[in-house]
């Protein structure tokens, strides 16, 4: 038996219940997973409220980093013993141990400790994919990138100094605007103090940026339109104020010919040469110091809903992890 996390129905940090469950062998396709730490993420909040929904009663948690204890049949590609680290579903990662399908792990470089890959894996390979391909960037491009001291947002901070690419940061109190600076944004701007499309339209001398990363949806998703240049690109890939109402098409029109894109991680690691990919293009930023992994707050398994409560009343900065 093991420590979990389990909820029979949706609702606020009080239905995730720590209760012991048995692993059981791994069936075919699966390995066991002992984890070392867990990684918190907002898509867990989607699913803990039903936003997302799931079949209940169910686990939550997508990220973990750990050591392999058994595999099943057919699995060849990770073997007992092996340290690794995962990001997707299913739901099931605030768990001591659990079974996983093997195809999702990846093999942990001996340089990059388990707290570091909880804490990276969803985050990280987020912020590979948006930049590389559902976005592609280049140097001396001006992004806007919301929410920029948070889990994923301190990786892309980073991630676009490397690149040679401006970002424009939001944050939501002054103390979050100076990290966001510290950790490489060109700009940033305090979004509750300030009408950032007004900010944008001031930093870039009127033009707008080429590109907004908009995690945060119902309530900055026209804002953000509205900072974009004729034929920019809007990646809308979040929800934590809440989802994008419908909308008309023609607000991309009337703004120049937008693109208009919904990204998943899992459907940019899709195939295992995909998710290999991201992964090393990550394991890469951190392994030469472009970016560095900032855990800001590490809870005990057993108080994860003190965790959700932090993350949703937007008292986290830089990423999370859980320790089981
Ligand atoms: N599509 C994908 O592939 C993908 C993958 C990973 C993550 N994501 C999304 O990326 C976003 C960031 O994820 P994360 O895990 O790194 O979380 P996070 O950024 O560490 O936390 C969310 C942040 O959103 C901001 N926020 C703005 N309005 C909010 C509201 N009404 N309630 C709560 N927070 C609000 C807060 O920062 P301020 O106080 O600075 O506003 C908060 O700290 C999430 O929306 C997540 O769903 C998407």
């Not at 239905?15 to 062998?25: K, L, N, R, S």
């Not at 605007?177 to 001031?202: D, S």
């Not at 098409?249 to 990919?277: H, I, Q, V, W």
Request: glycine share 12%.
């Amino acid at each position: 038996m093991v420590k979990a996390i389990r909820m029979s129905r949706t609702g606020g940090p009080e239905v995730m219940e720590y209760v012991d469950v048995e692993v059981g062998a791994p069936g075919p396709g699966e390995a066991t997973v002992r984890h070392e730490a867990i990684g918190l993420n907002f898509i867990d909040v989607y699913f803990r409220t039903g936003l997302y929904p799931q079949p209940l009663p169910g686990g939550l948690g997508q990220e973990g980093a750990g050591i392999v204890e058994a595999v099943g049949e057919g699995v060849s590609h990770v073997r007992v013993g092996d340290r690794v680290a995962y990001a997707g579903r299913p739901n099931g990662a605030y768990a001591q141990a659990r079974n996983m399908p093997a195809s999702l792990l990846v093999k942990l470089p001996d340089a990059i400790g388990s707290d570091t890959a909880a804490a990276m894996m969803l985050q990280g390979m987020t912020v590979q994919y948006l930049f590389h391909s559902a976005a592609p960037l280049k140097a001396g491009d001006t992004i806007l990138f919301h929410a920029a001291a948070g889990g994923v947002g301190l990786i892309a901070c980073q991630w676009a100094r490397a690149l040679g690419v401006n970002l424009i940061g939001t944050a939501g109190s002054d103390e979050k605007v100076a990290l966001a600076l510290q950790h490489g944004a060109a700009h940033a701007i305090n979004y509750n103090a300030e009408n950032f499309t007004e900010r944008v339209r001031e930093i870039t001398g009127g033009k707008g940026v080429s590109t907004v990363f908009d995690s945060i949806g119902k309530d900055t998703f026209i804002g953000s339109l509205d900072c974009l240049q004729p034929r920019g690109m809007m990646v809308s890939f979040g929800n934590a104020s809440g989802p994008v109402a419908n909308f008309s098409l023609g607000e991309l029109a009337s703004r120049g010919s937008l693109f208009l894109t919904r990204p998943a991680l899992g459907n940019y690691t899709a195939t295992r040469a995909d998710l290999e990919a991201c992964a090393q293009s990550l394991f890469d930023v951190v392994a030469r110091g472009d970016v560095k992994i900032e855990i800001k707050q590490r809870y005990n398994l057993a108080d994860v809903a003190q965790a959700h409560r932090d993350l949703e009343a937007r008292r986290t900065t830089g990423s999370t992890i859980l320790l089981p």
